[in-house]
């Protein structure tokens, strides 16, 4: 499996400092371990940068809580909001 996939179980709980801060339930701690590479954490990076103009460190941790069902994430998110301002950026696209 791709590591877009992995990531896309985890959840973004926290931009602060420039650390994109990921959790993911202790039942998904494979997907957690095998992002943890220095490989894929720096794809991670690197997209991020390409697309933000920003060098983030990705954090990634276990939760003992279990993922709830995922919701389409819009513009108007609270999380992206503060992604957007963070970082200076603006959104492309919807």
Same mark, same amino acid.
């Given at each position: @499996? $791709? @590591?877009?996939?992995? #990531? =896309? *179980? /985890? =959840?973004?709980?926290?931009?602060? +400092?420039?650390?994109?801060?990921?959790? !993911?339930?202790?039942? #998904? $701690? !494979?997907?957690?371990? =095998?992002?943890?590479?220095? =490989? +894929?954490? /720096?794809?991670?990076?690197?997209? !991020? &940068?390409?697309? !933000?103009?920003?060098?983030?460190?990705?954090?990634?941790? #276990? $939760?003992?809580?279990?993922?709830?069902?995922?919701?389409?994430?819009?513009? *108007?998110?609270? &999380?992206?909001? $503060?992604?957007? *301002?963070?970082?200076? /950026?603006?959104?492309?696209?919807?």
């Amino acid at each position: @499996a $791709s @590591a877009a996939h992995y #990531l =896309s *179980e /985890g =959840s973004l709980v926290q931009v602060k +400092n420039n650390v994109l801060t990921v959790t !993911f339930p202790r039942s #998904l $701690s !494979f997907h957690k371990e =095998s992002l943890e590479t220095s =490989s +894929n954490k /720096g794809v991670i990076e690197k997209i !991020f &940068l390409e697309t !933000f103009g920003a060098r983030v460190k990705v954090m990634l941790i #276990l $939760s003992d809580e279990e993922p709830l069902k995922k919701e389409k994430i819009t513009a *108007e998110d609270p &999380l992206v909001q $503060s992604i957007i *301002e963070a970082f200076e /950026g603006k959104l492309l696209k919807e």
